[in-house]
């Protein structure tokens, strides 16, 4: 497996890392524990050494399987987690909260069920309106010092955001949605990470299964399936976008690969410090994901992918309103 490092810092991933959030939460019910492990140590066994998790996924669910799965090979694997969100009971109105208290219980938390003594990447999931960025950074500041966590990252973060922190404690990577569906980054957020040295993990890097072809217009999703409430997921719009799955797939079929490799081997192209977390419940797709990363896209196909993104307008929201809501820009 190809490594690469997390921006300036010497945090080295393998090139794609491993989303681990479906295995417990938001696409339906959970795997079964004993085939998460197994497919959790299959990915090991592959050269996979980054593995993405939460605090809120489950909520906490994820955290542990995640930690009794990796407990053997934690000495070869970097662990990260996230928090940010209120996940007891108690305090349903208030969907964020990083006030420094809560960010070091939900770190004792995570490392309880992670098995470990130190977070190797701790990101805050989403910027709190109400704690200042730089009181988030200094708590973080410390709990490095207290040996705790090693490095700090930010998720949906706007540009100015992650400057802030970046001033009070460097900020190790950005996780944000970034795909072939969805480009935002590209205008504000990549150049600062570029100039700060920041790496870049994209999260849904396969538009939440959309761009690998295995969804159309006719699929339905069930309650507990969190894209029952993306409008990017309505028929409608999956009809409409289905344009730029085709124009995947007949890139992918000349190419001899499939599509789900190519939406993975453009991200690995844009920028050397970018490392994908695509997630998936199955071996053989985390196979076929994996091999992405021997996939080379010629400056000819990233030319003709970037003439068919410019055909095709995508439509639908990619997060209902109450989420989009807590996006930080
Ligand atoms: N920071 C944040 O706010 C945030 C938000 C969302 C996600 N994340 C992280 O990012 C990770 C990845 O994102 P994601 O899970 O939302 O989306 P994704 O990786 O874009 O897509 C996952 C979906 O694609 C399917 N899939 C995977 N490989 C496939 C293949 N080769 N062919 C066909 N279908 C395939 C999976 O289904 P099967 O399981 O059936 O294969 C699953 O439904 C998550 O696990 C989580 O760790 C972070």
Same mark, same amino acid.
């Given at each position: 497996m190809k490594k690469r490092f997390?921006?300036?810092?010497?945090l080295e991933v393998s090139a794609l890392g491993l989303g681990c959030m479906g295995l417990s939460h938001g696409y339906g019910p959970a795997t079964d524990k004993h085939q998460a492990i197994e497919l959790l140590r299959a990915a090991v066994e592959r050269g996979v050494t980054f593995f993405d998790t939460a605090e809120v996924y489950g909520p906490f669910l994820n955290e542990e399987v995640v930690g009794e799965a990796l407990k053997p090979f934690r000495d070869r694997v970097v662990i990260a987690t996230k928090f940010g969100f209120n996940?007891?009971? *108690?305090?349903?109105?208030?969907?964020l909260n990083s006030r420094p208290e809560h960010i070091r219980e939900a770190v004792e938390g995570s490392l309880r069920r992670l098995k470990t003594?130190? /977070?190797?990447l701790l990101y805050q999931h989403r910027v709190d309106p109400d704690v200042p960025i730089e009181d988030v950074a200094g708590t973080i500041k410390d709990l490095i010092s207290e040996g705790k966590v090693k490095y700090f990252g930010l998720s949906e973060a706007s540009a100015q955001t992650i400057r802030r922190a970046h001033a009070i404690q460097p900020v190790t990577a950005l996780q944000s949605e970034y795909s072939l569906w969805w480009?935002?980054?590209?205008? *504000?957020i990549l150049p600062v990470l570029e100039e700060l040295g920041i790496g870049f993990v994209p999260f849904s890097p396969l538009g939440k299964g959309f761009?690998?072809? !295995? /969804?159309? !217009?006719n699929t339905t999703f069930n309650d507990d399936d969190f894209r029952s409430k993306v409008?990017?997921?309505n028929a409608e719009a999956l009809e409409a976008n289905e344009q730029l799955v085709t124009l995947l797939a007949d890139l992918a079929s000349q190419k001899g690969v499939t599509s789900a490799q190519i939406a993975l081997a453009w991200l690995l192209a844009q920028k050397p410090w970018i490392v994908p977390i695509p997630g998936t419940t199955k071996l053989h797709r985390l196979e076929e994901n994996l091999n992405a990363v021997d996939v080379t896209l010629t400056d000819n196909d990233l030319q003709k992918i970037a003439h068919a993104l410019e055909t095709v307008k995508i439509v639908g929201e990619r997060y209902p309103a109450a989420l989009q809501a807590l996006i930080n820009r």
């Open positions: 997390l921006g300036n810092s010497n996940c007891s009971n *108690e305090n349903k109105q208030q969907l003594d130190v /977070i190797d480009r935002e980054p590209e205008d *504000e761009l690998t072809g !295995a /969804i159309n !217009a409008p990017r997921f």
